[in-house]
């Protein structure tokens, strides 16, 4: 019984861990500089104005991803 229960404990705790982690990424600011922004702008500028003009906006990751699944799912590269 007490192995079942700190199975139990350590799996609520790694849950948890891993949500606090998570949560912690998605969230964290864009440190990109704006020498780096520009050279990514510079780089989406094949994939359109819209993509490359993202590109120079603060965004957080969680952001960039649905970037990335938008322009995934619609058809455009």
Not at 3 to 23: D, E, K, P, R, S
């Amino acid at each position: 019984m007490a192995t079942q229960n700190t199975n139990t404990i350590i799996t609520v705790l790694v849950i948890a861990l891993v949500a606090v982690g998570g949560y912690a990424f998605f969230n964290m600011r864009d440190n990109r500089n704006g020498a780096e922004r520009l050279g990514d702008a510079i780089s989406e500028l094949p994939n359109g104005i819209d993509n490359a003009a993202r590109e120079l906006e603060d965004r957080t990751p969680a952001e960039r991803v649905t970037d990335t699944v938008k322009d995934a799912t619609d058809g455009t590269p």
